[in-house]
């Protein structure tokens, strides 16, 4: 059995959670989310807790158990806590700034990059280096950081470029004069 399954799912106070068939619906102080569960999979809220069985040994079901009891337990502190994603800008005249629903980012190209802030997601620029990319969904969360930080990627020389808080660069030597 999945060890991951099997752990329940202790809801906060200022969570509530509903199951409607196929539906489970989050409510926080930071928003809503919802969910469809697979078939194979049951969901039962008692008592403060979501604890999620699968309904037989195949192997479809053993892999969704621990997923969807991962995903709910996702969807619980997303909308209790939020999730948050830190990128660092680095490079001379590299900048970014948010004008609206837009991010607009100066990186060494010939004309400013804009990216549209999906819905949903909240970013903040700090220095005009530092980008927060906050949040409920984990996964959209992360898939926007992801998309932001493609649009330049450190390079190995000099780092330059849009990279994850906290992220090492591996750095090459660059070309040396002989002597």
């Known amino acids: 059995?999945?060890?991951?399954?099997?752990?329940?799912?202790?809801?906060?106070?200022?969570?509530?959670?509903?199951?409607?068939?196929?539906?489970?619906?989050?409510?926080?102080?930071?928003?809503?989310?919802?969910?469809?569960?697979p078939q194979g999979i049951s969901v039962a809220v008692s008592d403060g807790n979501i604890v999620v069985q699968r309904l037989s040994d195949e192997r479809k079901e053993r892999?969704?158990?621990?997923?969807?009891r991962t995903l709910i337990g996702n969807m619980v502190t997303g909308v209790s806590a939020g999730f948050e994603k830190g990128l660092e800008v680095s490079g001379v005249g590299y900048r970014a700034e948010v004008a609206g629903d837009r991010l607009k980012m100066v990186l060494g190209?010939?004309?400013?990059?804009?990216?549209?802030?999906?819905?949903?997601?909240?970013v903040k620029v700090d220095k005009q280096v530092n980008i927060t990319v906050s949040?409920?969904?984990?996964?959209?969360?992360?898939?926007?950081?992801?998309?932001?930080?493609?649009?330049?990627?450190?390079?190995?020389?000099?780092?330059?470029?849009?990279?994850?808080a906290g992220e090492l660069i591996r750095r090459k030597v660059g070309k040396s004069v002989g002597a």
């Open 1 to 37: 059995m999945s060890r991951i399954g099997k752990k329940p799912i202790l809801i906060p106070g200022a969570v509530n959670v509903v199951q409607d068939g196929n539906f489970v619906k989050v409510n926080g102080p930071k928003g809503s989310l919802a969910m469809q569960i």
């Open 63 to 68: 892999s969704y158990h621990g997923l969807v």
């Open 109 to 122: 190209y010939s004309n400013p990059l804009e990216y549209k802030i999906p819905k949903g997601i909240d």
């Open 135 to 164: 949040g409920t969904d984990k996964q959209l969360v992360g898939r926007v950081a992801s998309e932001i930080r493609s649009l330049k990627k450190p390079e190995p020389y000099k780092g330059k470029g849009i990279k994850y």
